[in-house]
């Protein structure tokens, strides 16, 4: 299974969201430090949840950093997040 299906399973499991969008961005960051041949060490993702209500900024990150604490452990190297709940996707 690749990267990018096992956050969205991952993260399809823990939170439900309304909106999960995962983008590889491993091809921007060829040649940097931690890019891996054929990709999949850096992603781009937005999760729009309900889980988010009441938690900060600060807090919903660590919250998709815990579900994803193996592969943050070694395949991703680098993870952009935007995270909001439905009422701010609305906006």
Do not use: C, W, Y
């Not at 999960?20 to 430090?33: M, Q, R, T």
């Not at 943050?72 to 997040?81: F, K, S, V």
């Amino acid at each position: 299974m690749s990267v990018a299906n096992t956050i969205q399973q991952k993260i399809n499991a823990r939170l439900s969201p309304a909106k999960l969008e995962v983008k590889d961005e491993s091809h921007l960051h060829a040649g940097h430090a931690g890019a891996r041949e054929g990709g999949e060490s850096h992603f781009r993702i937005l999760v729009v949840s309900t889980q988010f209500e009441g938690l900060n900024r600060v807090a919903r990150q660590r919250l998709i950093n815990d579900i994803l604490r193996e592969e943050l452990a070694g395949p991703i190297h680098a993870l952009a997040m935007k995270t909001l709940t439905p009422d701010e996707a609305d906006k």
